[in-house]
C-alpha cells in the first residue's frame, strides 16, 4: 500500500506546483469548506493564483459554476463518483485533478485522481487527502493538519471507532508536534465538550444510552449533583466538560460506567479520542473538531460555505460571528419553517402533497422541515417541498419524505425523483424514504405533476402483487 499512495501524492503535488492557476471545487459540508481552506492555502502559499467553487452536489446544473478556462480544476470531496459528468462537461483529463474518498465511477476518460479508497483506507475524508497533498507540496504546512482533523471529524471518521485510526490519525500526530492540536485520550465522547453545561452535554447524547442521563438534561443535572462536584464556576455560571478538573471528569465518568453496568448496558462507547484546539479560544465551537466541524456544517446548510472557509483561515471577527449566527439559529429556523408550512397549508394531488417555500429558507433545510411537518399532516401521501436557491436563481431545490406505511405500499422515492428529474433535465436521488433533486426553475409544474404519475404507478403496481 505505502508506495503506489506515495506516488499518487507525489504526482497530485507536481500537478499542482506545476499549474498557472488553480480552480477547488468542493463540497459544502465541514468536510468539503476544510478541504478546501487546506488546499488553497497551500496553493496561495506557492505563489499561485487559487479561486474557490463550492457545490451542493456535483449534477449536471451545477457544472455551469465550474469556469471554461486555462485553469487547474481541482474537485475535491466530489468529483470521483460524477467523472461521466466532467467528461460530458468537455473537460480534458490535463486540466483535471480529483481528491476525494468516495466511490469512483468508471469513465472512458483517465481523470488523475487521488483517493484513498484506492490505498484500502475507508476511514479518512477528503480533507485528509488533501492535507496529505499539501504536506507533499511542502513538508512545513503541518499546520493544516488541524483542518483535516476538523474534516474527517465532520464526515464522521472517528465516530464508529470513537476516534481517528490509521492514515487519519496519523495526521492528527502532525497537528500535535506542531502544536495546535490536544490529543484527550479516553475522554467522554460526547458532543459539546467545549460549550455546554455538562448535564446539558450528558443529557442531549445518546450514544451509548445511559438511563437516568441520555435524552434528559434535568436527570442527568440530578445524576451529577450526587457525585459532589462544582459544576459552576465562581461566577455562577456553568463549567463545560473541558474545563472541569481531571479528578472530577474521572469521578463523573466512573459513575458514569457504574450506571451503564448497572443497567446491563456496553461501556466501550462511552470514551474517545477528543481532538482539542488550544489556539482557539475556550468555551467556542472553535475548540474541538466535532464542534468546529458543526459549526462549518452550519455556514454550509446556510448556503454560505464562503463564511466557514475565512474561519478556517484564521478570521475571528465578522465571519465568526455569522457563523456562530447561523449555528444557533438552525434549531428555531427550522421550527419557523415547520410552523410556515403547517400555517401556509399544502396544495394536494392524487399521491402527493406539496408547497412551494420560495426563498423564505435555507434550501439545505427544508427536507428536516418536510420530514417533521408530514407527520402532522395527512402522513399517507408523501410530501414535497420546493425552494429556491439564493444563489441560483434558474434551480429549484426538491425535498420529499414519507413513511414507512407508504414504503410497505410501494413508494419509492428515490426512484420518483430521479425520473421525474430527468425528465425535466435536472438530477436527483437519495432513498425510498427520503430523496431530493434540482431541477430548472421554468419546469416545476411539469415536475411536480410528473412525481405525481409515477407514485400512483408505483402503488398501483404493488396493489397488484399484493393479490
Ligand atoms: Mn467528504
Known amino acids: 500500500m505505502e508506495m503506489p499512495f506515495k506516488r499518487d501524492l507525489r504526482r497530485a503535488a507536481d500537478r499542482i506546483s506545476e499549474a498557472d492557476r488553480v480552480t477547488i471545487i468542493s463540497h459544502i459540508d465541514a468536510d468539503g ?81 487521488v483517493n484513498c479508497l484506492d490505498w484500502g483506507v475507508t476511514r479518512m475524508s477528503a480533507a485528509g487527502v488533501a492535507y496529505m497533498v499539501a504536506k507533499t507540496i511542502d513538508p512545513d504546512s503541518i499546520d493544516l493538519a488541524k483542518l483535516a482533523v476538523v474534516g474527517n471529524v465532520g464526515d464522521m471518521m472517528a465516530r464508529e471507532t470513537c476516534g481517528l485510526v490509521g492514515l487519519a490519525r496519523e495526521i492528527v500526530q502532525d497537528g500535535v508536534d506542531y502544536g495546535n492540536i490536544i490529543v484527550r485520550e479516553r475522554d467522554l465522547f460526547c458532543y459539546g465538550i467545549s460549550t455546554r453545561p455538562v448535564h446539558v452535554c450528558l443529557g442531549y447524547n445518546d450514544d451509548p444510552y445511559i438511563d437516568g442521563v441520555s435524552n434528559n438534561p434535568n436527570a442527568a443535572l440530578r445524576f451529577l449533583e450526587k457525585l459532589n462536584i462544582e459544576l459552576k464556576n465562581r461566577q455562577g455560571g456553568w463549567l463545560v ?107 394536494e394531488l392524487s399521491h402527493l402533497q406539496y408547497i412551494h417555500t420560495g426563498d423564505h429558507f435555507p434550501d439545505t433545510i427544508v427536507g428536516i422541515g418536510a420530514g417533521m411537518a408530514l407527520s402532522k399532516l395527512d402522513w399517507r401521501k408523501p410530501i414535497m417541498v420546493l425552494s429556491a436557491l439564493v444563489d441560483e436563481p434558474d434551480v429549484t431545490k426538491v425535498s420529499m419524505r414519507t413513511n414507512q406505511w407508504a414504503l410497505a405500499r410501494g413508494v419509492d422515492l428515490q426512484e420518483a425523483l430521479a425520473q421525474a428529474s430527468e425528465r425535466v433535465g435536472g438530477a436527483g436521488g437519495g432513498h425510498r424514504i427520503a430523496a431530493g433533486a434540482f431541477i430548472p426553475r421554468d419546469r416545476e409544474e411539469e415536475f411536480i405533476d410528473s412525481v405525481n404519475r409515477i407514485l400512483r404507478r408505483q402503488s398501483a403496481t404493488a396493489g397488484k402483487n399484493d393479490r
Open 241 to 347: 466538560w473541558e474545563e472541569l478538573p481531571f479528578d472530577d471528569r474521572r469521578t463523573i465518568i466512573s459513575a458514569l460506567v457504574q450506571q451503564l453496568i448497572a443497567h446491563g448496558r456496553e461501556c466501550d462507547r462511552l470514551l474517545g479520542e477528543t481532538y482539542i484546539f488550544p489556539d482557539e479560544q475556550e468555551r467556542t465551537p472553535l475548540r474541538n473538531a466535532s464542534e468546529y466541524a458543526t459549526l462549518l456544517n452550519a455556514c454550509g446548510r446556510w448556503a454560505n460555505p464562503k463564511v466557514g472557509g475565512r474561519i478556517c483561515r484564521g478570521e475571528r471577527g465578522v465571519a465568526y460571528r455569522e457563523a456562530e449566527y447561523m449555528l444557533a439559529n438552525h434549531r428555531s429556523v427550522i421550527r419557523d419553517l415547520l410552523n410556515y408550512i403547517l400555517d401556509t397549508g399544502v396544495t
Open 33 to 113: 469548506i476544510s478541504t478546501e481552506a487546506i488546499l488553497a492555502q497551500a496553493i496561495a502559499r506557492e505563489g499561485i493564483p487559487v479561486s474557490s467553487v463550492f457545490l451542493r452536489q456535483l449534477e449536471p446544473m451545477a457544472m455551469r459554476n465550474v469556469p471554461r478556462d486555462d485553469s487547474l480544476k481541482l474537485f475535491a470531496d466530489l468529483g470521483a463518483g460524477q467523472q461521466g459528468l466532467l467528461e460530458e462537461h468537455g473537460l480534458s483529463a490535463e486540466e483535471v485533478l480529483i481528491l476525494d474518498h468516495h466511490v469512483s465511477q468508471p469513465c472512458g476518460t483517465a481523470y488523475p485522481q
